[in-house]
Structures are given as C-alpha cells and as structure tokens.
C-alpha cells in the first residue's frame, strides 16, 4: 500500500508539474533559473552539464542527442533488464512427459488391495477416495495394516506398491495392489502480487510453467503489469519477459515450476512514462510490451500539439542508474527524418519523463535547467518508493 500511494503521489506531482515549472509557459530568453553550470562538450552529439549546487542526488546531467551513432553507443535499443541465470532454467513444453510423481507429505493416497474391500475401504464404501485415503504424515510415514509404518514420501507410486504388496504377502496370498494420489498436497508454488486469485497452485503429477500457473490463479487483474514476471526460486530472483509469453510476438521464457517457487505479479505503476508538455494529452503512457519507442510513447499522448509543440525540441528525461548522481537527457528531432526513424529505435523505460517542448534546440540548455528542479524531485520520490 505505501507503494501505491507513494506511485499515486509521483502521478499526480507529474501531471501537475506544468504549473509547478513553466512547462506549458517555458520562455527560451532570460535566467533559467539555475546557477551558473560548467558545460563539457565530451562528443559532437553528448554534452555534460555539471551543476553547481546540489540538486537533491543530482550532479550532473549528459545530455545526448539521439542519431544512428549515440543509439549503438547508448544501448538505448535493449532497455531492458536481462539475468544472466535464465539460461539454466528448464523450460516448460506442453508436449513434454511428466516426470514420475513422487510422493510427499501431506499427500493423501488412495490404496485398493482387490478381493479385499476391508483394507481398501476400512471406513465405509461410501466415502470419498480423499476423505478415506491414506495420509502421508508430517515426518513423510504413512501406516497400512498389517504393513505398519513406513517412509512412503520421495517413493513413487510403483515403489510404494511394490512395498504394500510385498509386505501384505504373509498374510494374504498374492495381493494385487494398486495404489494412487487421491489428493495432491505435499507441492506447493505461491502466487502473489496483481492476479484475480492470489494464492497457492498445487503441482500435482502433470508439469506447470508460469501461465498455467497464472491462469489456474484466475489470470491477470486490470492493475497488473504486462510486461514483467518475477520468479523467485530459493535465494534467486528471476524477472521474466511477460508480454512475449502472452502475445507470443517473441520466444519468451516460461520455466518449469518447482516446489517452493513464488510467482510474482508487480502492479503496473512501475510500467509509467510520463508525457508532458505540447502534447495533445498531458500524463502517464502505460509500457505494455518489452520494448516500446519513443513514437510509440508519443502517439499514445495523441500526438504534438499542431499549435505549438516543436517537434524539434523533443527531450527524454532518464532518471540516474542506483546512486548515480548523473541523469541522462535524451533529445530527439522529430521534424527530421533521421530523427523520426530514430525515435522509432529509442527504446523507452520505465519512469522516463518525456517533454515536448514549444521551442527548438537553439534554447534547449533554458527548457532543461527550467525541468531540472521538478525532474530531480521526481528521481527523489523513485529512490523513495524503491527504497
């Protein structure tokens, strides 16, 4: 819940920081309103801005203009946080066999010894398999008679009837013996996080992957993140590419649950780039896919203002990576076509602040040093969430 209204709190303070900051009013001409910054000209398209003063964890600020050259450079074309371990995950196959079940705690098997129905059905013929079946305890022992106790759990089921049997022939002669799970229990995988039906998914003796496990939970719910999964196994953590495996646009990973395992929905609020300035709609645009570019982001805020955005004075706000005290200010120029099939190979992130400015890149150092206070005050309140 502090997450959410933390979330809540970063929206509404974007969707209002054209009042806050002369966003719709900018004025290319007079003080930007910053101390005077030292600016280090490090390539013909990144320039370095440090600042002065501190601007809460904020330095310095590169500033990048997007071409075919900064986009190979900046790895702004895989935006998107890969583990290096989802290699050694086995991969569920709808048309692979299940391994042999075997048998754990709290499992409840149903034992039918033929010819004699008072060890089959001890307890009345009328009583369901579950309700009349055979616990296997706590410590993994199950008890039959004239068997006694025995280590039934990590035993598959034809071990367990080769037991029974085996056993049973000094007082019956040749049992025939079938035994069977009336009830699977003992393997469990938790689901959490923004599905209809948080709760536990039971692996029983076919294999699940994440979206079987994801549907058997009711599937998504409005609030849910379409892009991402997580998948903790133990002390590991596993982010998953979501929207491949439910639009099947790409190969996507979908791993083979485990006991144990915790599947992990996050909410949407993560998914968020902020749109502001001479756009026709000012406000959050929702990443749905793994990648999402800059056009994209742009055409779901309805486009630029005809009247007076300036499709060349497009400005990316990234906020710092971990303690970094550096921001990355992405611009782009729209009103080129360079610029156009560039912004198409600008893959967006999650956070990002996008601005469309009414001026052009002549006065671009005005319109971000005007940004920068409430831009900063957005990474703050990130850090604050995350934290």
Not at 94 to 120: C, F, K, M, N
Not at 121 to 145: C, I, K, Y
Request: proline content about 5%.
């Amino acid at each position: 819940m502090i997450r959410a209204s933390a979330a809540g709190l970063v929206i509404s303070f974007v969707c209002t920081a054209c009042t806050i900051v002369p966003g719709q009013n900018i004025r290319p001409s007079g003080s930007s309103g910053l101390p005077a910054a030292k600016i280090e000209k490090v390539s013909p398209d990144i320039e370095v801005i440090h600042l002065d003063d501190q601007r809460g964890p904020l330095r310095s600020v590169r500033v990048v203009t997007i071409t075919q050259s900064t986009l190979a450079s900046e790895a702004v074309g895989a935006a998107w946080r890969t583990n290096a371990a989802l290699g050694s995950l086995a991969t569920f196959s709808p048309a692979q066999s299940a391994a042999e079940y075997r048998v754990g705690p709290g499992d409840i098997l149903s034992v039918i010894v033929w010819d004699h129905p008072e060890l089959t059905n001890p307890t009345g013929e009328f009583r369901d398999a579950a309700s009349g079946g055979r616990l296997v305890a706590a410590d993994g022992n199950m008890f039959f008679p004239y068997v006694g106790s025995f280590k039934a759990a990590g035993l598959t089921l034809a071990e367990i009837r080769n037991h029974l049997a085996t056993n049973l022939a000094r007082v019956i002669s040749k049992p025939q013996v079938d035994v069977r799970v009336a009830a699977f229990r003992s393997k469990r995988v938790q689901v959490t996080g923004e599905v209809r039906q948080p709760g536990v998914v039971v692996i029983d003796d076919t294999p699940k992957g994440i979206i079987e496990a994801l549907n058997e939970r009711g599937g998504l719910s409005e609030t849910a993140s379409r892009r991402e999964v997580i998948l903790r196994r133990g002390a590991d953590r596993y982010e998953l590419d979501l929207a491949s495996l439910l639009t099947g646009s790409q190969i996507g990973v979908n791993p083979l649950l485990q006991p144990g395992d915790q599947v992990h929905i996050p909410d949407r609020s993560e998914d968020q780039v902020f749109v502001l300035g001479r756009v026709t709609k000012e406000g959050p645009v929702y990443l749905e896919q793994r990648r999402t570019s800059l056009t994209q982001i742009i055409a779901g805020a309805s486009g630029i203002d005809r009247l007076s955005g300036d499709g060349n004075g497009v400005l990316v706000f990234r906020r710092p990576r971990g303690d970094a005290g550096q921001a990355t200010v992405y611009r782009v120029d729209l009103s080129s076509s360079l610029g156009l099939l560039a912004a198409s190979e600008f893959q967006m992130e999650a956070r990002d602040v996008v601005y469309v400015s009414p001026t052009s890149f002549s006065q671009y150092n005005a319109v971000i040093n005007q940004l920068l206070p409430t831009v900063s005050t957005v990474f703050q309140l990130d850090r604050l969430i995350n934290d």
